[in-house]
């Protein structure tokens, strides 16, 4: 079997229906194998899959093992040589899963491939980044510098803001929403790191890919659509608690230092936490 699609849905039946339906639509031609892993939905998710389609293995966790495990209860199911792991949360557009299939089997160097994102009304999302230093806990995306200063170099460098989003490249790390894996590279590397509940395992992903000389492609000659975050924001205080949970991770993973450093790091997360978790409540 050449290419396995799998979904890690937790609550957002409408929007999975939709993204199943842009597969079936789109990726008929190489006949893949649809896994949707469940994480305890409470909502119609179930009904949906199972009323509407017969072509997809659903597999029904007894709890929320987030999105790392849930992922790759999934992926080590799969039979395919490549997998697509996928939000439900996503549109995929005409021809995007062959495209980025075709690419990689003739690359075999490649072990994770990401395509373009947009928004729904077909402006980019940034997806790239470079791998991140101590600087992005003031440069990222949602940060206030980059929201008063968008072209501050720091901001730049990390997002990728002055890349050509039209031609495919090598980059550090891939949203992980939409990303096409090597199932080969998948089994070298242990599946993701399942010690991250939500977030940051695309990061540590890539860079374990690239201690082991693969390579992450941006490819832009795909396209998805992404409505970005729709079962985090049924907890939100919860998920920004586990995305700065997961940033300490990270850093304790990839950045093993002295007892000092590990103090400011984790001073500027909880810092980091409170500003988000106070902006949220603002809006809220």
Known sequence: MKLSIVIVSYNVGNYLKNCLESINKTASPLNPEIIVVDNKSTDNTLDIVKNNFSNVKLIKNSENYGFAKGANIGMKQAQGEFVLLLNPDTLVLECAVTSMVEYMQSHPE???MGPQLQDPDGSLQLSCRSFPTWSVYFSNRRSILNRL???NKWSNKYLLKQIDHKQIQEVDWICGCGLLLRKKMLEE????????????EDVDLAKRVREKN??????PQARLIHYQSKSVIQ????MLVEHHRSMYRYYLKHFPGNLIM???VLGGIFLRLGL?????????
């Open 189 to 200: 590397m242990d599946y993701l790191d399942e010690d991250f509940f939500m977030y940051i």
């Open 110 to 112: 490649i072990g994770i």
């Open 214 to 219: 693969w390579k992450t492609v941006y490819f």
């Open 149 to 151: 200063f968008p072209t």
């Open 235 to 238: 907890n939100k205080e919860g």
């Open 276 to 284: 988000s978790v106070l902006g949220a409540k603002l809006k809220s």
């Open 262 to 264: 590990r103090g400011l």
